[in-house]
T-cell receptor, first 113, second 113 residues
Framework: KAGVTQTPRYLIKTRGQQVTLSCSPISGHRSVSWYQQTPGQGLQFLFEYFSETQRNKGNFPGRFSGRQFSNSRSEMNVSTLELGDSALYLC????????????FGPGTRLTVL | TQLLEQSPQFLSIQEGENLTVYCNSSSVFSSLQWYRQEPGEGPVLLVTVVTGGEVKKLKRLTFQFGDARKDSSLHITAAQPGDTGLYLCAGRSPQGGSEKLVFGKGTKLTVNP
């Protein structure tokens, strides 16, 4: 069974631009969560989607948004990029229930210049 | 805001040595997870501990959940270079009908041959 895939793996943008990251969960997984990982703050929860609905949200500004499609694939968008948005963005999927293990993808490394 | 403090932040040891990594919080968690993350990859779940005082072993790794479910430790016996990586603890807590996973900032372990 294929794991969680994220595209692109690396991305360089400049301040003020917007970016869209994509995540394909493991087949059969309906929940997708997004995290931001930085050396200073560690891994921080952005949001979780389940059956195309946002089920949970972290403490990030409205510039960070996401969505989930009917095939469970998810995208996250960051508008008006800031230098501090440079990070590894991780996606994780799980079958459904909150007690199920979540599996992480390899991440997208975003650099904002 | 729930926080998980991990210590030490960095650890560099020789092959064959033992080590313990700590994960502490002032908050109670319903369960606690340990992950290992290698460069260029997402975190991989090692173990979930649920009951206060619970001890789980995974080959040379021993995980313990504190009696009050506020802290946890990871002990590695006879460390090997393959144990090198970033070790993350994550606490689960219910919040308003949903649930969030709060991560510590991690312990970066280097095992030198």
């Amino acid at each position: 069974k294929a794991g969680v895939t994220q595209t692109p793996r690396y991305l360089i943008k400049t301040r003020g631009q917007q970016v869209t990251l994509s995540c394909s969960p493991i087949s059969g997984h309906r929940s997708v969560s997004w995290y931001q990982q930085t050396p200073g703050q560690g891994l921080q929860f952005l949001f979780e989607y389940f059956s195309e609905t946002q089920r949970n949200k972290g403490n990030f500004p409205g510039r960070f948004s996401g969505r989930q499609f009917s095939n469970s694939r998810s995208e996250m968008n960051v508008s008006t990029l800031e230098l501090g948005d440079s990070a590894l963005y991780l996606c994780a999927s799980r079958i459904a229930g909150l007690n199920n293990e979540q599996f992480f993808g390899p991440g997208t490394r975003l650099t904002v210049l | 805001t729930q926080l998980l403090e991990q210590s030490p932040q960095f650890l560099s040891i020789q092959e064959g040595e033992n080590l313990t990594v700590y994960c502490n919080s002032s908050s109670v968690f319903s369960s606690l997870q340990w992950y290992r993350q290698e460069p260029g990859e997402g975190p991989v779940l090692l173990v979930t501990v649920v009951t206060g005082g619970e001890v789980k072993k995974l080959k040379r790794l021993t995980f313990q959940f504190g009696d009050a479910r506020k802290d946890s430790s990871l002990h590695i016996t006879a460390a090997q270079p393959g144990d090198t990586g970033l070790y993350l603890c994550a606490g689960r807590s219910p919040q308003g009908g949903s649930e969030k996973l709060v991560f510590g900032k991690g312990t970066k372990l280097t095992v030198n041959p």
